[in-house]
């Protein structure tokens, strides 16, 4: 089992949808959360972090839920620039590097 | 302020032919890492250097892959000889700080292998 896991997708929707995306990670003890968005054929970029307390920016809706080990990634009023993959990442306790997982992929049509 | 800078960008090689990436991170960064990324994948951890010392390669396959880090800056990756499986992207990476501070990762541009 992936220590990080995702829908894949693709995710279609139409413009100004509301869609979300879940994400499991199988280490109890992770302490760190986040989610990073990859246009297509450029590099990671931090889109957000994500706190037990859930967190917003914008469209975007961070929640995490320990208890359940998953992670959720809500984004509103989708815009077409919203295309692209979201990777879903977390980090073991202590300083270790960040684990990944394969993405979902959006696609926002007009 | 620059960003983690990689070259080559892109790289044609036939198997069994030695390659080398390289990487400049962003100035003062002492944490660097290198990740492969298949098409369809996550990025991959290959190795992490705090400043000049490699602290995590236990991913890197180390009978043809190498990589330096001398004098805690930029960085080489190297595959000798590469295998047709190596075709990816190899993406390097890095962030300040240690331990929580070191969250936020930069990653550069990434050098797409591709082995014949």
């Known amino acids: 089992r992936k220590e990080v896991e995702q829908d894949p997708g693709p995710f279609n929707v139409p413009e100004g949808a509301t869609v979300a995306f879940n994400c499991t990670y199988s280490n109890s003890a992770s302490q760190s959360f986040f989610w990073y968005r990859q246009d297509c054929r450029k590099e990671p970029k931090l889109l957000m972090s994500v706190y037990s307390s859930g967190n917003e920016d914008g469209r975007f809706t961070a929640q995490l839920n320990r208890a359940s080990q998953y992670i959720s990634l809500l984004i509103r009023d989708s815009k077409l620039s919203d295309s692209a993959t979201y990777l879903c990442?977390?980090?073991?306790?202590?300083?270790?590097?960040?684990?990944f997982g394969k993405g979902t992929r959006l696609s926002v049509i007009a | 302020e620059a960003g983690v800078v990689q070259s080559p960008r892109y790289k044609i090689i036939e198997k069994k032919q030695p390659v080398a990436f390289w990487c400049n991170p962003i100035s003062g960064h002492n944490t660097l890492y290198w990740y492969l990324q298949n098409l369809g994948q996550g990025p991959e951890l290959l190795i992490r250097y705090e400043n000049e010392e490699a602290v995590d390669d236990s991913q890197l396959p180390k009978d043809r892959f190498s990589a330096e880090r001398l004098k805690g800056v930029d960085s080489t990756l190297k595959i000798q000889p590469a295998e047709l499986g190596d075709s990816a992207v190899y993406l390097c990476?890095?962030?300040?700080?240690?331990?929580?501070?070191?969250?936020?990762?930069?990653f550069g541009p990434g050098t797409r292998l591709t082995v014949l």
């Open positions: 990442v977390v980090r073991r306790p202590g300083n270790t590097p960040l684990v």
């Open positions: 990476a890095s962030s300040s700080g240690t331990g929580r501070r070191s969250n936020e990762q930069f």
